[in-house]
T-cell receptor
Framework: GAVVSQHPSRVICKSGTSVKIECRSL??????MFWYRQFPKQSLMLMAT?????????EQGVEKDKFLINHASLTLSTLTVTSAHPEDSSFYIC?????????????FGPGTRLTVL | QKEVEQNSGPLSVPEGAIASLNCTYS??????FFWYRQYSGKSPELIMS????GDKEDGRFTAQLNKASQYVSLLIRDSQPSDSATYLC????????????FGTGTRLLVSP
């Protein structure tokens, strides 16, 4: 149990385009979802926290107008990278918590590797 | 002082040995602690959670927690080359929003 999926797993886009990444909890209702970014050989960096039906809470230094997060249901959150630029190329990973009986545990999706040309 | 500290490694152990990974944290009121394994190019995978002082065993893995010393460890018995990965210690923050605070990870290398 507690499986999280992400789509797409890999995306290559041109500079200036927008990219949407989906994160789904497949077998539980996720009360909270998190979006992370990880650059090569660096640690996870939390970008934002979202609860179903409410606005996301962004970490300091993360541009909310550039990284749009929507948590429309208890099983789906989306991250849209707007007007992507090469410096946005990174590994984006979502996680979800709220699985029944899994006290505060966060389960990660497989990640989305974004390359902006 | 970082909130969650880990030795970056690499920690090298021979196959079959016990690997001991350590983590210290600064927030005294933290109550929930987690170990994640991350293979290169992949996302983190939860392998252990621990909430009470003492040991918690799951297969070849044992998590140890000492809240008085603000110390969490992970022991891997009978280490296998497939255990070679980066191990992330995570502490649930006490500031709300259920955010995890991660250490930078310890890279473990298990040689055949």
């Amino acid at each position: 149990g507690a499986v999280v999926s992400q789509h797409p797993s890999r995306v290559i886009c041109k500079s200036g385009t927008s990219v949407k990444i989906e994160c789904r909890s497949l077998d539980f209702q996720a009360t909270t979802m998190f979006w992370y970014r990880q650059f090569p050989k660096q640690s996870l960096m939390l970008m934002a926290t979202s609860n179903e039906g409410s606005k996301a809470t962004y970490e300091q230094g993360v541009e909310k107008d550039k990284f749009l997060i929507n948590h429309a249901s208890l099983t789906l959150s989306t991250l849209t990278v707007t007007s992507a630029h090469p410096e946005d190329s990174s590994f984006y990973i979502c996680s979800a918590s709220g699985a029944s009986g899994r006290h505060n545990e966060q389960f990660f999706g497989p990640g989305t590797r974004l390359t902006v040309l | 002082q970082k909130e969650v500290e880990q030795n970056s490694g690499p920690l090298s152990v021979p196959e079959g040995a016990i690997a001991s990974l350590n983590c210290t944290y600064s927030d005294r009121v933290s109550q929930s602690f987690f170990w994640y394994r991350q293979y290169s190019g992949k996302s983190p995978e939860l392998i252990m959670s621990i909430y009470s002082n003492g040991d918690k065993e799951d297969g070849r893995f044992t998590a140890q927690l000492n809240k008085a010393s603000q110390y969490v460890s992970l022991l891997i018995r009978d280490s296998q080359p497939s255990d070679s990965a980066t191990y992330l210690c995570a502490v649930l923050g006490s500031t709300g929003f259920q955010k995890l605070v991660f250490g930078t990870g310890t890279r473990l290398l298990v040689s055949p």
